[in-house]
T-cell receptor, first 111, second 113 residues
Framework: LAKTTQPISMDSYEGQEVNITCSHN???????ITWYQQFPSQGPRFIIQ???TKVTNEVASLFIPADRKSSTLSLPRVSLSDTAVYYC????????????FGAGTRLFVKA | EAGVAQSPRYKIIEKRQSVAFWCNPI?????LYWYQQILGQGPKLLIQ????????DSQLPKDRFSAERLKGVDSTLKIQPAKLEDSAVYLC???????????FGQGTRLTVV
């Protein structure tokens, strides 16, 4: 399974766009990139998933370059409630959820 | 749609005692996972079930941890005997077969003293 590298922490202010980049140099051909969000005292929550190029949903966008060795989660106009830990996971789409969580990125949104 | 249910939410036990956690996945989800999350770290997969069969238990400390999923629905995770280093949040998650989007419960926070 591909290993991922993310910044340990990031700070932002309300209303700003936040981009969190994840490196996954040894991503396999059949691997997908998935991002999860975790608030204190809660289980992780799925945000977005993609394979290549760009994926957008009501919460975030995911940018994946052609070589797929990295990906960027983009959170538009963050609010205080977006303060959480964000995990980048890389793994195959088959056989269920078979990916490894790293330490994640702790995002602090300030007023 | 009801989410993944776990109980209890909190548990404090003394070392060498035993403890059990219960999980009820989302209805229809064939795949069930148990994770251990130590404070400040990401969740670590302990065991994955597909219906009532074990798919992956490579990171489960089998000398003290056991898990079962009778009838392919609810699951229990047991620790016997517990050690201080088992203090963590134990998360249960479920997903549909072949889907990488997993839904997590709120977890059980275990403190071993």
């Amino acid at each position: 399974l591909a290993k991922t590298t993310q910044p340990i922490s990031m700070d932002s202010y309300e209303g700003q766009e936040v981009n969190i980049t994840c490196s996954h140099n040894n991503i396999a051909t059949n691997d997908y990139i998935t991002w999860y969000q975790q608030f204190p005292s809660q289980g992780p929550r799925f945000i977005i998933q993609g394979y290549k190029t760009k994926v957008t949903n009501e919460v975030a966008s995911l940018f994946i370059p052609a070589d797929r060795k990295s990906s960027t989660l983009s959170l538009p106009r963050v609010s205080l409630s977006d303060t959480a830990v964000y995990y980048c996971l890389v793994g195959p789409y088959t056989g269920g959820f078979k990916t490894i969580f790293g330490a994640g990125t702790r995002l602090f949104v300030k007023a | 749609e009801a989410g993944v249910a776990q109980s209890p939410r909190y548990k404090i036990i003394e070392k060498r005692q035993s403890v059990a956690f219960w999980c009820n996945p989302i209805s229809g989800h064939a795949t069930l996972y148990w994770y251990q999350q130590i404070l400040g770290q990401g969740p670590k997969l302990l065991i994955q079930f597909q219906n009532n069969g074990v798919v992956d238990d490579s990171q489960l400390p089998k000398d003290r941890f056991s898990a079962e999923r009778l009838k392919g629905v609810d699951s229990t995770l047991k620790i016997q005997p517990a050690k201080l280093e088992d203090s963590a949040v134990y998360l249960c998650a479920s997903s549909t077969q072949g889907n990488t989007e997993a839904f997590f419960g709120q977890g059980t926070r275990l403190t071993v003293v």
